[in-house]
């Protein structure tokens, strides 16, 4: 029998009024005198939750505090804040310093403000910035422990086209990065771009779903006689994968095995969830059964995505039966994979089975996440079961989390469904004390049933909490009641009316055309004629020459 894993509660993070009194104590060095020293004696790290809290007031410090913070935080963090407050002339500033003793910055840096400039469409400015460093190659630093700060690659591995092309890719600009290196093409005829560089360019065609773009791509790769990798084939496969034809990527799985790539799990993987997705399980069965063939162990993804398929289709026996096979195989399952079940039950709101399965997944010792809490408290919301939704959201506390807008949204309807108002207000109120500001239309439907019980005094309550805070007046199209009883009379009346009068002008229609019948019934030889009148008429433009008719 498999040990049982630990339950792990959620990690206590330091809290984010913590982070903006150290950002407070930062800005204040970084404004006064010598900053250099005493910054590193406030003993503060130059933290994610930090820097975040001191964005807003990087444009009201002094010149002279750039460099401080960029000695406290790292060249790569401080460009990085810079740019994304659009302060590019002080990140320039800082990544040329003017010393010419002083040594240079890590390209990690620039591969920062490539990425800021590309995340905010400019990306004329990134090929400039580009073209700085190719020109002047002395202006940047490359060591191999150097890494960008936004997810580019490794400085160790880079180069400034890498990170220009990788960086024009990952924010939506894929014709903008090819259009740099078939320039660079043209400006060197001998220069070809290698490997690394067709795959940033099949990954940033993959992103932007161009399937056309990326077998372009990848015929021109092989007309040039470049040798693909396995990332190469990852991206290819998933590229085939997303637009949903999984029996190409097949086909290259086994191309990759003929040219003697060894496959891994990126590469087939996309294949199993592409084929779950798509219902075909046992197309999917087969290829997990190939794996060792590629040299390839199955992982918790790989069963996941079964489990997210069969539970996408209904089938909660097939995903039961993938449940077992992979505590056979020794792999615990994740929340994630018990949230596939609890997607289920949510739909069908059954109560039952998704209140047996949490209380099995907690006894058996795996630890529900947010999203776990959030499909339970909408379950059992729908189902209309108030007690059992306060004890969830109790247990959600107790493992650590506190009830955010969802939850709290949910509660709240519920409680109004259930002719419950006040117990919804007070819920109402306790949102705003844990700084959460309720939707528009969760105040409208609470106003409106205040209003109708005649109490004042919470309406008050209601309409000043609102008032206290920013908030958006939009409500959803479905919403009935977004103008109010008085307006959806006056609509009724004025569609009663409209319709009154409709069936007065279509009763007068009938009435006329029926007269028009009553007139039209005439002899065949009446109506001929009438007819040879007619002509003569024409004709001779004198009626009195019409004759008698033979009858």
């Given at each position: 029998?498999?040990?049982?894993p630990?339950?792990?509660?959620?990690?206590?993070?330091?809290?984010?009024?913590?982070?903006?009194?150290?950002?407070?104590?930062?800005?204040?060095?970084?404004?006064?005198?010598?900053?250099?020293?005493?910054?590193?004696?406030?003993g503060?790290?130059?933290?994610?939750?930090?820097?975040q809290?001191?964005?807003?007031?990087?444009?009201?410090?002094?010149?002279?505090?750039?460099?401080?913070?960029?000695?406290?935080?790292?060249?790569?963090?401080?460009?990085?804040?810079?740019?994304?407050?659009?302060?590019?002339?002080?990140?320039?500033?800082?990544?040329?310093?003017?010393?010419?003793?002083?040594?240079?910055?890590?390209?990690?840096?620039?591969?920062?403000l490539?990425?800021?400039?590309?995340?905010?469409?400019?990306?004329?400015?990134?090929?400039?910035?580009?073209?700085?460093?190719?020109?002047?190659?002395?202006?940047y630093?490359?060591?191999?422990?150097?890494?960008?700060?936004?997810?580019?690659?490794?400085?160790?591995?880079?180069?400034?086209?890498?990170?220009?092309?990788?960086?024009?890719?990952?924010?939506?600009?894929?014709?903008?990065?090819?259009?740099?290196?078939?320039?660079?093409?043209?400006?060197?005829?001998?220069?070809?771009?290698?490997?690394?560089?067709?795959?940033?360019?099949?990954?940033?065609?993959?992103r932007?779903?161009?399937?056309?773009?990326?077998?372009?791509l990848?015929?021109?790769?092989?007309?040039?006689?470049?040798?693909?990798?396995?990332?190469?084939?990852?991206?290819?496969?998933?590229?085939?994968?997303v637009?949903?034809?999984?029996?190409?990527?097949?086909?290259?799985?086994?191309?990759?095995?003929?040219?003697?790539?060894?496959?891994?799990?990126?590469?087939?993987?996309?294949?199993?969830?592409?084929?779950?997705?798509?219902?075909?399980?046992g197309?999917?069965?087969?290829?997990?059964?190939?794996?060792?063939?590629?040299?390839?162990?199955?992982?918790?993804?790989?069963?996941?995505?079964?489990?997210?398929?069969?539970?996408?289709?209904?089938?909660?026996?097939?995903?039961?039966?993938?449940?077992?096979?992979m505590?056979?195989?020794?792999?615990s399952?994740?929340?994630?994979?018990y949230?596939?079940?609890?997607?289920?039950?949510?739909?069908?709101?059954?109560?039952?089975?998704?209140?047996?399965?949490?209380?099995?997944?907690?006894?058996?010792?795996?630890?529900?996440?947010?999203?776990?809490?959030?499909?339970l408290?909408?379950?059992?919301?729908?189902?209309?079961?108030?007690?059992?939704?306060?004890?969830?959201?109790?247990?959600?506390?107790?493992?650590?989390?506190?009830?955010?807008?969802?939850t709290?949204?949910?509660?709240?309807?519920?409680?109004?469904?259930?002719?419950?108002?006040?117990?919804?207000?007070?819920?109402?109120?306790?949102?705003?004390?844990?700084?959460?500001?309720?939707?528009?239309?969760?105040?409208?439907?609470?106003?409106?049933?205040?209003?109708?019980?005649?109490?004042?005094?919470?309406?008050?309550?209601l309409?000043?909490?609102?008032?206290s805070?920013?908030?958006?007046t939009?409500?959803?199209?479905?919403?009935?009641?977004?103008?109010?009883?008085?307006?959806?009379?006056?609509?009724?009346?004025?569609l009663?009316?409209?319709?009154?009068?409709?069936?007065?002008?279509?009763?007068?229609?009938?009435?006329?055309?029926?007269?028009?019948?009553?007139?039209?019934?005439?002899?065949?030889?009446?109506?001929?004629?009438?007819?040879?009148?007619?002509?003569r008429?024409?004709?001779?433009?004198?009626?009195?020459?019409?004759?008698?008719?033979v009858?």
């Amino acid at each position: 029998m498999l040990p049982r894993p630990m339950r792990n509660h959620a990690p206590t993070l330091p809290s984010d009024s913590a982070a903006a009194a150290s950002a407070a104590t930062v800005l204040s060095i970084l404004r006064g005198t010598n900053p250099d020293r005493l910054l590193p004696a406030a003993g503060i790290a130059p933290t994610p939750t930090v820097l975040q809290h001191l964005r807003p007031a990087l444009p009201t410090l002094p010149d002279p505090a750039i460099p401080a913070l960029a000695r406290w935080a790292g060249a790569a963090a401080a460009v990085s804040l810079l740019a994304s407050r659009g302060l590019f002339a002080a990140a320039w500033r800082l990544l040329l310093p003017q010393p010419p003793s002083s040594p240079p910055p890590p390209l990690a840096a620039f591969a920062s403000l490539l990425r800021r400039y590309a995340r905010l469409g400019r990306t004329a400015a990134a090929v400039r910035a580009f073209r700085f460093l190719q020109r002047n190659p002395d202006r940047y630093t490359v060591s191999a422990d150097d890494d960008a700060d936004d997810g580019s690659p490794s400085a160790a591995e880079a180069s400034p086209l890498i990170l220009a092309v990788d960086a024009l890719c990952k924010e939506g600009h894929p014709r903008a990065a090819a259009q740099l290196v078939e320039q660079l093409r043209r400006e060197d005829p001998a220069w070809a771009p290698d490997v690394r560089t067709y795959n940033v360019l099949l990954n940033g065609w993959s992103r932007a779903r161009r399937l056309d773009k990326v077998e372009k791509l990848w015929a021109a790769m092989r007309d040039a006689g470049v040798r693909p990798t396995v990332v190469t084939y990852g991206t290819l496969i998933d590229a085939y994968c997303v637009m949903r034809r999984p029996d190409q990527a097949i086909g290259l799985l086994d191309q990759m095995r003929e040219e003697g790539i060894e496959a891994n799990l990126l590469t087939c993987n996309p294949i199993v969830y592409a084929l779950a997705q798509a219902g075909r399980f046992g197309d999917a069965h087969k290829v997990l059964e190939k794996f060792p063939l590629y040299g390839v162990a199955p992982n918790i993804s790989t069963f996941n995505s079964l489990v997210l398929g069969y539970c996408k289709h209904g089938d909660l026996a097939g995903a039961s039966k993938v449940l077992k096979a992979m505590l056979g195989r020794g792999i615990s399952p994740t929340a994630r994979t018990y949230n596939y079940f609890f997607m289920v039950f949510a739909r069908n709101c059954s109560v039952e089975l998704g209140m047996n399965l949490y209380s099995k997944m907690v006894s058996s010792g795996y630890a529900p996440d947010l999203l776990t809490y959030h499909l339970l408290v909408k379950m059992l919301c729908e189902a209309n079961r108030l007690e059992l939704t306060l004890q969830m959201l109790q247990e959600m506390r107790n493992s650590g989390f506190e009830p955010d807008l969802a939850t709290s949204t949910m509660l709240i309807h519920l409680l109004c469904r259930r002719h419950q108002f006040e117990e919804a207000f007070a819920e109402f109120e306790n949102m705003f004390e844990r700084g959460i500001v309720p939707q528009y239309i969760t105040y409208r439907l609470l106003m409106k049933e205040l209003k109708r019980l005649g109490l004042v005094k919470l309406v008050q309550k209601l309409t000043d909490l609102m008032r206290s805070v920013p908030h958006s007046t939009k409500l959803p199209g479905s919403y009935r009641d977004k103008e109010g009883d008085d307006a959806i009379e006056k609509k009724k009346s004025i569609l009663q009316k409209a319709q009154a009068v409709s069936d007065v002008l279509k009763e007068r229609k009938d009435s006329k055309k029926a007269h028009e019948l009553k007139n039209s019934e005439e002899t065949d030889v009446e109506l001929a004629d009438r007819i040879v009148a007619n002509i003569r008429r024409r004709v001779y433009g004198d009626v009195s020459r019409t004759g008698p008719s033979v009858s």
